[in-house]
């Protein structure tokens, strides 16, 4: 792997085009080039993660109805308010977002202090009407991929999941 350096400015844009937690620069800039992923030794052979669609979508599919989010001025309250009405949706499936994590940083908690010592500035807030923390400290574009990554792993169908990302 050889280093570069890059202009702040350049580093920005290529850092603004990721498209989920812990995609690396290399594989933004292949997916902005138009080049395919270097060929590697075959691994050993696993069977891909499936998630069971969801049948039951009222929650989330109201509060992007209901025009709420749209009222809200700052992305920090409607990441909130998406968080908040996932959790109520499905408290279970929700417990995933601990897992959901960047290069040094945890998302999400159920203990606020976990988040300050992961990383410098964290701003931890408690999730409306549930027993986590997350970060608040982001960018809409990452708080956007939090959500996105977090709405998969709860089984939500890849047409919504934009949809909810876009109303951040």
Same mark, same amino acid.
Request: hydrophobic share 40%; glycine share 6%.
């Given at each position: 792997?050889?280093?570069?350096?890059? *202009? *702040?400015?350049?580093?920005?844009?290529?850092?603004?085009?990721?498209?989920?937690?812990?995609?690396?620069? &290399? *594989?933004?800039?292949?997916?902005?080039?138009?080049?395919?992923?270097?060929?590697?030794?075959? /691994? !050993?052979?696993?069977?891909?993660?499936?998630?069971?669609?969801?049948?039951?979508?009222?929650?989330?599919?109201?509060?992007?109805? &209901?025009?709420?989010?749209?009222?809200?001025?700052?992305?920090?309250?409607?990441?909130?308010?998406?968080?908040?009405?996932?959790?109520?949706?499905?408290?279970?499936?929700?417990?995933?977002?601990?897992?959901?994590? /960047?290069?040094?940083?945890?998302?999400?908690?159920?203990?606020?202090?976990?988040?300050?010592? &992961?990383?410098?500035?964290?701003?931890?807030?408690?999730?409306? /009407?549930? !027993?986590?923390?997350?970060?608040?400290?982001?960018?809409?574009?990452?708080?956007?991929?939090?959500?996105?990554?977090?709405?998969? &792993?709860?089984?939500?169908?890849?047409?919504?999941?934009?949809?909810?990302?876009?109303?951040?």
């Amino acid at each position: 792997m050889k280093t570069i350096e890059l *202009d *702040d400015d350049l580093y920005l844009y290529i850092a603004s085009q990721t498209r989920h937690i812990g995609e690396s620069a &290399s *594989d933004i800039l292949r997916r902005l080039l138009g080049q395919s992923a270097p060929v590697t030794a075959p /691994g !050993p052979a696993t069977a891909p993660e499936k998630v069971a669609p969801r049948v039951q979508q009222e929650g989330i599919v109201a509060l992007l109805e &209901s025009g709420e989010l749209a009222q809200e001025e700052r992305s920090i309250q409607r990441f909130m308010l998406v968080l908040g009405t996932l959790y109520q949706e499905d408290a279970a499936a929700f417990t995933q977002a601990t897992e959901i994590k /960047g290069r040094k940083r945890m998302y999400f908690s159920r203990d606020p202090d976990a988040l300050r010592a &992961s990383g410098s500035t964290t701003k931890p807030k408690p999730v409306p /009407g549930t !027993p986590f923390w997350v970060i608040t400290n982001t960018n809409t574009s990452r708080k956007q991929n939090i959500v996105a990554q977090l709405m998969s &792993s709860m089984g939500y169908d890849e047409a919504l999941v934009a949809r909810v990302c876009a109303a951040i």
